[in-house]
């Protein structure tokens, strides 16, 4: 008798299982109801709020251990999940503005991407995570170049797609190596091999965990790693940018993470280093490039890169305190980033202004509520105090602080600082 597929053994997994039956349920609602276009979203919206509350109640091991469902894995997963629920909510209109037909195909490949994330959160085994990122890519990769009649949208998912698989090659080299020198690609396994082979004096493991790490940068957007996210951003339909701004990244942080503080615990101070590097880049990069934006799209692209340089901050320590205060960040960023790009939709569906940021000039007098709404969002981005963005980069900078990483949190501060002006402009 087949026991490998028994109930306890994929119980783990029931969220994501879930939610793929969502995914093809969608696409299913949209041939039978074609005429009745609310009926797609109301699916996919219901079966996205459900599985948030799935993934409360699923816990323990799957797969001899390649799967794990525990609170680091549910934290971010119900990031990407409610990441998906307001990008749904932000479609609903904006689909009929931009005239998108393929609406099935639109919110399934969302869905589909949102398991693909869930699995990033949850894999102990370096293979399962590759799935999982295969997974989210080849749907983002989709949705950005949904628009086809758009030059702009061909051209970012043409740039993603490529540089994309790039990062996916290189990933897959470094696991080659992994493979190579520990034979095996369990974290946990990996780990074990680390500390009794001492493996940070092998060239070949320290080639394959600098190629994973690169390849896991290249999904949280950092610098030197980000050149995709301008164009994907700005090519992509408003709600897609949104969660892209968001999803993508909470999945490759907590991918990130977990390989980082499982697998690798002992070269520490190995990737610490190129971690702090490219904190200090990421946050140079999307800060100081964001100031000669003149379209707010791409200025929140580099905002989003430069958030991810704050975010690393916290995994610098290789502390829980740390990690706690990155997951926090993540969490907080949801809402203010995408709060913004909210308001973006709102005032294009009432066909008030574009892309461009001069569009938004005199927007406190004509609309004094969306206004004050941009501008809470602006002041969170920024971290001015009192809002939540302020909350949240004050517990990075002091779990930074506690671990002795003084200088990259004073030019973190100089960096939030100049983002000040950028932000405000708005």
């Known amino acids: 008798m087949v ?38 979203p109301i699916v996919a919206l219901a079966g996205s709020v459900a599985t948030v509350l799935m993934v409360a109640k699923a816990h323990g ?18 990031v990407c999940l409610l990441g998906l629920i307001l990008a749904i909510l932000m479609s609903l209109r904006h689909l009929e503005i931009m005239n998108v037909r393929k609406v099935g195909e639109f919110f399934s490949l969302m869905i589909f991407s949102c398991v693909g994330m869930m699995i990033m959160a949850s894999a102990t085994d370096l ?5 999982g990122l295969e997974l989210m890519a080849l749907s983002v990769y989709c949705l950005v170049g949904l628009l086809k009649t758009d030059p702009r949208a061909s051209e970012a998912a043409t740039k993603y797609l490529l540089l994309g698989a790039f990062a996916s090659c290189l990933l897959l080299f470094g696991l080659s190596y992994l493979y190579g020198t520990t034979g095996t690609t369990d974290m946990r ?33 950092a610098a030197p790693f980000h050149m995709w996210t301008p164009d994907a951003y700005e090519g992509a339909m408003t709600p897609v940018t949104a969660f892209m701004s968001v999803g993508p990244k909470a999945a490759g942080f907590a991918a990130l993470g977990r390989v980082l503080m499982q697998a690798f615990p002992s070269a520490h101070s190995e990737w610490m280093t190129a971690l702090i ?15 000669c934006q003149t379209s707010i799209k791409r200025m929140l692209a580099y905002s989003s890169i430069a958030h991810a340089g704050y975010a690393l901050i916290g995994f610098l320590p290789g502390t829980p305190e740390g990690v706690s205060a990155t997951m926090n960040y993540l969490f907080i960023y949801l809402f203010m980033n995408m709060g913004a790009f909210a308001v973006i939709i709102l005032l294009q569906y009432k066909g008030l202004v574009g892309e461009a940021l001069d569009d938004y000039k005199g927007l406190a007098k004509s609309h004094p509520l969306a206004a004050g709404l941009m501008l809470v969002f602006m002041f969170s981005l920024t971290g001015i105090p009192p809002t939540a963005g302020f909350i949240g980069k004050f517990n990075l900078f002091l779990a930074a602080l506690h671990a002795g990483y003084t200088w990259i949190v004073i030019f973190a501060v100089l960096f939030s600082a100049i983002s000040a002006y950028f932000y405000l402009r708005v």
Do not use: H
């Not at 783990?12 to 299982?17: A, D, K, N, T, V």
């Not at 525990?70 to 971010?76: E, R, V, W």
């Not at 074990?192 to 957007?221: E, H, Q, R």
């Not at 590097?277 to 100031?291: D, E, K, P, R, S």
């Open 189 to 221: 396994a990996i780990a074990d091999a680390m500390a009794k082979k001492g493996l940070t004096n092998n060239s070949a493991f320290m080639m394959g965990l600098g190629l994973v790490v690169i390849a896991f940068c290249f999904k949280v957007a």
């Open 3 to 40: 026991t490998g597929f028994s109930l306890p053994i994929v119980a783990p997994l029931g969220p994501e299982i879930f939610l793929a039956i969502i995914g093809c349920a969608v696409i299913l609602a949209d041939i039978i109801w074609k005429e009745q276009r609310y009926v797609v």
């Open 277 to 291: 590097i490219m904190a200090f880049l990421t946050m140079a990069i999307g800060n100081i490039t964001a100031l």
């Open 61 to 78: 091991l799957s797969f001899n251990g390649m799967y794990t469902a525990d609170g680091f894995g549910a934290f971010f997963k119900v």
């Open 127 to 131: 293979m399962v995570l590759y799935l």
